[in-house]
């Protein structure tokens, strides 16, 4: 049984009634974040039921000490913690003496918490009857201001319902904070001193062993019934912690009102020895705009967002509200300002699998970043990796690779592997592909070449050679196979010649030997550059293409599909239909002996392959290994659901495509893998753009031409989506009656819909 208490509205997210039994998972859904730094939609004030702490600051981390039973040779020595940064958001509140705890009321009535999309803020309301009788109204108003990302604010008002009350106001900063997420729970941040100064505070605290330098701020101003109110605060300070407190005797009927600034700035951005100068210059500047006047600005940021990257959806409020908090999300993880950030599994929302970087963003986030944004977006992303080389090679040198193989990281702050599963670290070697892969989409889809040149073709090169030498002749087949490894089906460990591992392997190397033609022949300095430091000879190409043209790829005649890997077929093969129920999710429910001896597939694994290189196979080979492998599928991997509704889309399975459109656009919204309150599912929000913008909108990119087969599912009256294709935005609407396409700007652009060519003129309505 999925959750179902978020109410359907197209703009927000709401949540009605107060249930402490939810608090963990509505933290998780209603995170709030800018880019630069986030939060889980914690109560402001004190809250002692159960409850997940969590502010992080992007690109901010602690190598904690992997713990392993037993040590092997190649292992990461630390595993990356996303950090729990030093709160600002908190306001102790105490009403007659007592403190507001929704935990502890007597009774709380008409709670409601709205995270709205369209303007960027997050709000909630309710009426709470203390232990003391005391009645009052709260509402309160916070977000994480987009143009200044350093920045947040808090709107917090209460108002005495039946009679005066005595109300303090205790806006606090608190460095003494814990990670949930620890292996051997290290201190892993020193505080280095606490200050005030008028209404301001600041916290100035390092993290253990990375250094990063913070400080963490704060102002606050007080208000009755609207009216600024001077109130000299009484002020605590300590050795992590920052507190002042406003005092007020408040009239029944009356709103006291605080507003309170705060926020981060970094080393990463400033000197840390100006960290305090810098923050009271930032706050200088949100004072002078306001709570009121940082609003405005956040709705007319979010506006902007909102003009290129919306998706609406006519008739199914549920599909709605699912891609735009799915949207929502994205570009609260990453706007593009900084490329050496990059977009972590779960964002600023939890603390589960560490890193910041996943083979994710490649195969999923950078063909939204791509059409939604400006192509420099996307470019960072790959920029990021490029940086990344050289460790990419020390990571592969640690595994007895040489001459400048690079094996890439699956988990990575830096560019070094910092993820302790030998299956995974070791094994899921097929994330090294999907950064070959992203270089070409990205040239595929914006035209431009000149990243590989630049810096691509130095990434592509390393890459080949790890797939050449990872790579072993069977006398045994007279082919190349590669042993040992785990697909994108971690459910399958340390098998032998897994199909899109071999199939990613062969490609990559016959792309990064095109590329080298292409800059050799167009790019000659570059090319002169690029030999000279990775000292590439015609010798050694030689013997890449001699691996790539042999490489041994499993197949079952009877079948007439490619195995996932070899002995797949001796299994129990037993679908998931049949599978009881009260047995899923198996990842909870069996031991992990039982998985690895079952057929059942966690995610597209050889259906990845289809969906990346879906040219190089017909539609009726899609549908064969499609319906052979889907129903084998458990889907217990939130990147799993939009490979497959993109897939269905293509072969006509409407209902199949709708249906796995809706578990991957409400994956947390509904709580479909009951671990929505670890965090939510970032990196997978990316496929549900895509499920609707190449699986029912059917964008594909082919010979330098935008082409549609749009579909639509039953259940909507119509969808629309913008592009943004080589500086040209394409307005796509399709309904149950057509497809109209309008262009942005001053050219034409000549698609191509249903294999047939359409002239799209600016400024003109174009029905097909």
């Given at each position: ?11 927000s ?7 402490a ?26 809250y ?41 958001i ?23 918490r ?29 977000f ?9 604010a808090i ?13 303090v ?27 005030h ?5 600041f ?6 062993k ?39 005797d ?8 605080i ?99 996943y083979?994710?963003?490649?195969a999923?986030?950078?063909p ?7 192509q ?48 995974i ?56 196979v ?48 690029i030999?000279?430091k ?21 197949y ?47 995610q ?47 072969l ?16 947390d ?16 929000m ?8 190449e699986?029912f ?37 399709v ?12 050219e ?21």
């Open positions: 049984m999925n959750q179902d208490y978020i109410k359907p509205n197209e703009w997210i709401i949540e009605e009634g107060f249930d039994d939810r608090v963990k998972s509505s933290e998780s859904l209603f995170s709030i974040g800018n880019g630069a730094m986030g939060q889980r939609a914690n109560f402001e004030e004190q002692s039921g159960p409850t997940f702490q969590g502010s992080y600051i992007a690109g901010v981390y602690y190598p904690d000490k992997t713990r392993v039973g037993w040590w092997k040779n190649g292992y990461p020595e630390y595993f990356a913690k996303v950090l729990n940064a030093p709160n600002w908190g306001i102790n509140v105490i009403i007659n003496d007592e403190t507001l705890d929704l935990f502890t009321c007597k009774k709380v009535t008409q709670f409601r709205e995270l709205n999309m369209k303007e960027g803020w997050l709000s909630r309301l309710f009426v709470a009857t203390l232990k003391n009788n005391i009645v009052i109204e709260v509402k309160t108003k916070r994480l201001s987009l143009d200044s990302d350093e920045v947040g709107n917090y008002e209460v108002t005495p319902l039946n009679g005066n009350a005595n109300i106001f205790q806006p606090y900063l608190d460095s003494g904070i814990t990670n949930e997420d620890t292996n051997w729970d290290d201190k892993f941040w020193d505080t280095l001193n606490v200050s100064e008028n209404h301001q505070a916290i100035q605290a390092k993290t253990m990375t250094d990063f330098y913070t400080c963490t701020f704060m102002e606050s101003k007080v208000f009755i019934n609207g009216n600024s109110v001077l109130i000299e605060p009484n002020i605590h300070a300590d050795a992590t912690n920052a507190s002042f407190s406003y005092e007020y408040v009239k029944q009927g009356e709103t006291y009102t507003h309170k600034l705060g926020g981060y700035v970094v080393d990463r951005n400033h000197d840390k020895n100006e960290l305090v100068s810098v923050a009271k210059k930032t706050l200088q500047n949100a004072l002078k705009k306001g709570f009121l006047g940082l609003l405005e600005e956040q709705k007319s940021a979010w506006g902007k967002i909102w003009e290129m990257a919306d998706i609406t959806i006519e008739g199914d409020v549920k599909a709605q509200q699912g891609i735009r908090f799915n949207i929502f999300h994205l570009n609260q993880t990453y706007l593009g300002k900084d490329a050496k950030l990059n977009i972590g599994p779960k964002g600023f929302t939890g603390e589960k699998y560490g890193g910041s970087t083979w994710d963003t490649e999923y986030c950078i939204f970043y791509m059409a939604t944004k400006d420099s977006v996307a470019k960072s992303l790959l920029e990021y990796r490029y940086h990344h080389l050289d460790k990419a090679i020390e990571n592969a040198e640690k595994l007895g690779f040489k001459n400048g193989a690079a094996l890439y990281p699956m988990v990575t702050m830096n560019g070094e592997e910092c993820h302790n599963e030998w299956e670290t070791f094994e899921e070697i097929h994330r090294n592909g999907a950064i070959s892969f992203a270089i070409f989409n990205y040239y595929r889809f914006t035209g431009d070449f000149s990243y590989i040149p630049e810096m691509g073709l130095e990434v592509l090169i390393g890459i080949a050679r790890f797939w050449q030498q990872r790579a072993t002749f069977s006398s045994t087949k007279n082919k190349y590669i042993l040992g490894v785990t697909g994108p089906n971690e459910y399958e460990n340390n098998v032998n010649n897994n199909w899109y591992t071999n199939y990613i392997a062969q490609w990559s190397i016959n792309y990064a030997l095109e590329c080298i033609d292409k800059v050799k022949d167009g790019y000659k300095k570059d090319f002169k550059r030999e000279c990775t000292k590439i000879t015609d010798s050694e190409l030689t013997v890449w293409k001699d691996v790539a043209n042999n490489m041994y790829f499993p079952s005649e009877e079948e007439k599909v490619f195995l996932q890997h070899d002995g797949f077929l001796d299994k129990e093969l037993i679908t998931v239909s049949d599978l009881p129920k009260t047995e899923r999710p198996i990842n909870q429910k069996w031991s992990w002996d039982r998985i690895l001896r079952s057929p059942y597939i966690k597209a694994d050889t259906l990845q392959g289809f969906y990346f290189f879906e040219d190089h196979f017909s539609t009726e080979e899609l549908k064969r290994h499609f319906d052979f492998y889907e129903p084998y599928t458990v889907h217990e991997s939130s990147l799993s659901p939009c490979v497959h509704s993109i897939q269905a889309a293509k006509g399975q409407m209902d199949q495509a709708y249906e796995f459109y809706l578990r991957t656009s409400r994956l919204l509904d709580d479909y893998n009951k671990e929505v309150e670890e965090g939510l599912h970032i990196t997978s990316a496929g549900t753009w895509m499920s609707i913008v699986g909108g059917g964008m594909r990119v082919v010979n330098d031409r935008l082409n549609f087969t749009p579909k639509i599912p039953a259940e909507w009256q119509g969808y629309s989506f913008k592009v943004n294709f080589r500086d040209q935005i394409l307005n796509v609407k309904t149950q009656s057509g497809t109209t396409f309008e262009i942005n700007g001053n034409p652009l000549i698609i191509i819909v249903n294999e047939k060519q359409v002239e799209v003129i600016p400024n003109e309505l174009i029905m097909v």
